[in-house]
Nanobody, 126 residues
Framework: QVQLVESGGGLVQAGGSLRLSCTASGRTFSSYNMGWFRQAPRKERAFVGA???????HYTDSVKGRFTISRDNAKNTVYLQMNSLKPEDTAVYYC????????????????????WGQGTQVTVSS
């Protein structure tokens, strides 16, 4: 199985920034689509954004202009740069990998992914 290891979570004041990292064990990382999700207490796990094999990115409306996803295939790593953080961004953040070779796969729901990281807590104080 593919293992995903996350880092970078923590406590930050509103308006601050954090960068999350997710490193994958797969030898074919460059062929994976990668996603970020978050889950607040008593809420469903929700889509944050994704980056395709091609480098094309997608974001949920609430983070557009504030969050940026990038990838470094040489390091098997995907990043989530979070700026202008708000208290409503507080959640456990999860990295996910979609390893299917199918072109044009959907990436907006939990069931679209094959592997998940352990999650990392992000807390934004007001």
């Amino acid at each position: 199985q593919v293992q995903l290891v996350e880092s970078g979570g923590g406590l930050v004041q509103a308006g601050g920034s954090l960068r999350l990292s997710c490193t994958a064990s797969g030898r074919t990382f460059s062929s994976y689509n990668m996603g970020w999700f978050r889950q607040a207490p008593r809420k469903e796990r929700a889509f944050v954004g994704a980056i395709r094999r091609s480098g094309m990115t997608h974001y949920t409306d609430s983070v557009k202009g504030r969050f940026t996803i990038s990838r470094d295939n040489a390091k098997n790593t995907v990043y989530l740069q979070m700026n202008s953080l708000k208290p409503e961004d507080t959640a456990v953040y999860y990295c996910a990998a979609e390893t299917s070779p199918r072109v044009g796969a959907a990436l907006g729901t939990v069931d679209d992914y094959d592997y998940w990281g352990q999650g990392t807590q992000v807390t934004v104080s007001s």
